[in-house]
């Protein structure tokens, strides 16, 4: 079946501008997360949604950054007033289920520049 | 943050040797897992071990963790081509999985 996928998988945009990424998890999982992923670097945690509701925000950076999964399936991430540090990877999972043993599966990420 | 640290930071093999690769931690945790990530498939789990387990078995890979040393290692055994990728460990210390990767171990295993 379909993987994660994340759309678009590059993203060039200007200093100050605002940009969506989009998530499509595995149709049926119910858990979603987002992770950056700069270079050299492992990802890191950005938040974590169970349904539609965001469970664990706390590795959002600063309050440029929000994330909605309104239907408990896609979920976009926002960012507003783009700066150049907001560059990476930006990695979306998903799993069956919340537990801590349930595979994540992750997308192919989206690279997002900021000149 | 990063919570584990992979050793070495670099690791080159020629096909068919072992490549055995560590990682630490800082804080007591719930499971320990590992990932691959290289350009074709991007990042893929490969094993989970649970806290209260030493030593677990998936094909060609091992895991081993120690938690009183706060440390675990992937062993891969005969390594191929395709086994060239960045390694990562990724604990979690709650009930799910906000987990947190390491900074991970560059493989090249060399035909």
């Known amino acids: 079946g379909a993987g994660v996928s994340q759309t678009p998988s590059n993203k060039v945009t200007e200093k100050g501008k605002y940009v969506e990424l989009r998530c499509d998890p595995i149709?049926?999982?119910?858990?979603l997360y987002w992770y950056r992923q700069s270079l050299g670097q492992g990802p890191e945690f950005l938040i974590y949604f169970q349904g539609t509701g965001a469970a664990d925000d706390s590795g959002l950076p600063n309050d440029r950054f929000f994330a909605v999964r309104p239907e408990g399936s896609v979920s976009t991430l926002k960012i507003q007033r783009t700066e150049r540090g907001d560059s990476a990877v930006y990695l979306c999972a998903s799993s069956l289920g919340a537990s801590s043993t349930d595979t994540q599966y992750f997308g192919p990420g989206t690279r997002l520049t900021v000149l | 943050s990063q919570q584990g640290e992979e050793d070495p930071q670099a690791l080159s093999i020629q096909e068919g040797e072992n490549a055995t690769m560590n990682c630490s931690y800082k804080t007591s945790i719930n499971n320990l897992q590992w990932y691959r990530q290289n350009s074709g498939r991007g990042l893929v789990h490969l094993i989970l071990?649970?806290?209260?387990?030493r030593e677990k078995h998936s094909g060609r890979l091992r895991v081993t963790l120690d938690t009183s040393k706060k440390s675990s290692s992937l062993l891969i055994t005969a390594s191929r081509a395709a086994d060239t990728a960045s390694y990562f460990c990724?604990?979690?210390?709650?009930?799910?999985?906000?987990?947190?990767f390491g900074t991970g171990t560059k493989l090249q295993v060399i035909p």
């Open positions: 149709s049926g999982h119910t858990a």
């Open positions: 990724a604990t979690d210390y709650g009930g799910y999985q906000k987990v947190t």
């Open positions: 071990i649970r806290s209260n387990e």
